[in-house]
């Protein structure tokens, strides 16, 4: 058993962090070669003597490929380099049929960017050192647990699909840093449609490397790297785990080793794996078979025209144009169809910010109830555009929407065409209306003697049980205006 700190212990120490986090780019085909980068084909279906690695092949960079990396770099407001060289990364693997990697190594496509992150109500920049392309290895599928029948399969399929690297500087303090990080990371991704970020899938990996150092000291501790963080609770607990073991290690007289861990969210414990190899291990060249990679201003222009509105932009926009809350803004900002459905609702005309209530209140319910992707809501987003303004025009009120609004989801109707068939219209006819408040005020003499001798909050009483005798049918405003005039 690993002995680990208390937390009174690791208050007197600053952990340090630093993020390598691998995108899969989200093209049809593979990075070099024309293969189909699909999920769930026959295992070494979708491979050629590429992506084989076999002898001879050479490789023809996707263009694709390039221009989400590009994406994604300006998007973490990189510079990204009007040259950049790929390079060969040796390391011998059972699933790396070439005996390396095309990575880049000191000349990267991206560098010197930043992401903020929002936690405990302060905004930080966490640097972006670099982001690089390389190729993914195939897959090693382990199988049988008796030595006499157990056996590891080769999956070559995933073999030459396109990522990222997006490397951190140490600049994260904390473990929900590193999670707001990897967060914000995801969301922009997702928004520009680089990558579908599906964890399960490893479409996004993460890798952190962790040091710690007394709390006032300048020099950084000596840093662990922990692998296999492939969710973000995992993250957030290999992350808590970790420093917890590097402050026991330096409590006890010890020193942290430099080397790669793997994190066991099974058992919460951390595992050496190996000492960390040093670049020089990995024999870096230039890759012989591709040209270096140059990127005009036109071309980088191109592609800037094409990038959506980001996260962080839209959600101030958010705040601006539509008057909601920082936090309401960060709600419906989540996701890019989550934003695009509000968006639609409040284009309809209605109250923006009552929009915004229905969409992260009933709307959200219902397709949480239901298992559905808002993409697949049973509510249009139109629809429900309308029914925030036919209440903005007085012609139902919140009871009667709330009637209203599981209609819609069980029929698909419209909510102008449910009010009437139902009839579940407002009171608006000022005769019908009239003899309901003629009613009220005979029934409550004494509060009518209290209003007409100066004290003016009684309306609200009076409104209520007008509101009342309708079955809530009634527009509270009209009732309290009419209520007043007969007054
Ligand atoms: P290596 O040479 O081991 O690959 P790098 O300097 O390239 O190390 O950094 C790899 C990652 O480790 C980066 O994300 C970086 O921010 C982080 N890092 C570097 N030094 C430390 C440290 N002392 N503690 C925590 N993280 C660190
Ligand atoms: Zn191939
Ligand atoms: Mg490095």
């Known amino acids: ?210 040091s710690v150092r007394l709390k006032g000291a300048e020099k950084f501790g000596t840093k662990a790297e922990v692998k296999n963080l492939n969710s973000f609770r995992f993250l957030k607990m290999a992350l808590d785990h970790e420093i917890a073991r590097q402050v026991a290690v330096l409590e006890n007289g010890g020193r942290v080793v430099q080397e790669t861990r793997l994190y066991d969210p099974d058992a919460d414990e951390t595992v050496s794996m190996r000492s960390k190899e040093s670049a020089h291990d990995y024999r870096y060249f230039p890759e012989p078979d591709l040209a270096p990679l140059r990127i005009s201003e036109a071309w980088m222009a191109r592609v800037r025209e094409k990038m959506p509105e980001l996260p962080a932009s839209r959600r101030k926009r958010f705040v601006e144009s539509y008057g909601l809350r920082e936090y309401d803004a960060q709600v419906l900002t989540a996701t890019r169809p989550m934003s695009e459905y509000f968006e639609k609702v409040a284009a309809a005309g209605g109250d923006a910010r009552a929009a915004a209530n229905w969409v992260m209140g009933d709307l959200a319910a219902l397709l949480k109830q239901e298992g559905k992707e808002i993409e697949d809501s049973p509510i249009s987003a139109e629809r429900l555009g309308q029914l925030v303004k036919l209440m903005d025009e007085g012609r139902i009120n919140g009871k009667l929407a709330k009637d209203i609004f599981p209609k819609m989801a069980e029929t698909g109707d419209d909510p102008e065409t449910i009010m009437k068939r139902e009839g579940l219209e407002a009171i608006s006819d000022e005769g019908a209306l009239g003899k309901i408040i003629d009613e009220v005020i005979a029934a409550n003499p004494k509060q009518v003697e209290q209003y007409k001798s100066g004290k003016q909050q009684v309306i609200g009483f009076l409104v209520g049980q007008a509101m009342k005798a309708s079955r809530g049918q009634a527009d509270p405003a009209t009732v309290s205006r009419m209520l007043k005039e007969k007054l």
Request: glycine share 8%; charged share 20%.
């Open 1 to 210: 058993m690993e002995t680990l700190a208390t937390p009174d212990v690791i208050a007197k120490y600053e952990p340090v962090i630093g993020l390598e986090v691998h995108v899969q780019l989200a093209t049809n085909t593979k990075i070099f070669c024309g293969c189909p980068t699909g999920f769930g084909a026959a295992p070494n279906s979708n491979v050629c003597p590429v992506c084989l690695g076999l002898p001879g092949a050479l490789p023809v960079l996707n263009k694709q490929a390039v221009e989400l990396a590009i994406e994604a770099s300006l998007a973490l407001h990189c510079t990204v380099n009007p040259t950049s060289v790929f390079a060969r990364k040796n390391y011998f693997y059972p699933d790396l049929p070439k005996g390396y990697q095309i990575s880049q190594y000191d000349q990267p496509l991206a560098e010197h960017g930043f992401v903020e992150i929002h936690v405990n109500g302060e905004s930080r920049r966490i640097g972006v050192t670099r982001v690089h392309m390389e190729d993914d290895a195939g897959k090693s599928i382990h199988d049988g647990f008796k030595d006499s029948d157990r056996y590891t399969y080769v999956d070559l399929n995933r073999s030459g699909t396109p990522l990222i690297e997006i490397v951190s500087e140490p600049d994260i303090r904390t473990s929900d840093e590193a999670h707001a990080y990897l967060t914000e990371m995801k969301q922009v991704m997702q928004y520009l449609g680089v990558s579908t970020c599906d964890m399960e899938k490893g479409h996004l990996r993460c890798d952190a490397n962790v």
